[in-house]
Nanobody, 126 residues
């Protein structure tokens, strides 16, 4: 099993930046695809970005393309989501999730992920 802990959320002004971190502990010797998801008040959870277990594939929500970048530091067992030019509609609780996978595949569909963190809140003030 792997445990995930998100950090890096906070309050930022429109146009600002945040870097979210997803730190893994436990069975970190195994290879995981990691996804970032968010849920805004009154809305359904949506997939924001993912990175495959091989780090060769990434996907982004259309509204995140060109603004968000996902990356992984394997030595630190941490995946990052750099978020630039934040907008009020990015306000949400952001979660990371892990799926055991050694392939080039990753998905922005939450149902494919087995392990979830507790979330970190991002608020973008207008």
């Amino acid at each position: 099993q792997v445990q995930l802990a998100e950090s890096g959320g906070g309050l930022v002004q429109t146009g600002g930046s945040l870097r979210l971190s997803c730190a893994a502990s436990g069975r970190t010797e195994r290879v995981y695809a990691i996804g970032w998801f968010r849920q805004a008040p009154g809305k359904e959870r949506e997939g924001v970005s993912c990175i495959s277990g091989t780090d060769s594939t990434t996907h982004y929500l259309d509204s995140a393309k060109g603004r968000f970048t996902i990356s992984r530091d394997n030595a630190k067992h941490t995946v990052y989501l750099q978020m630039n030019n934040l907008q009020p509609e990015d306000t949400a609780v952001y979660y990371c999730a892990a799926a055991l996978s050694e392939s080039d595949y990753c998905s922005n569909y939450g149902g494919e992920y087995e392990y979830w963190g507790q979330g970190t809140r991002v608020t973008v003030a207008s």
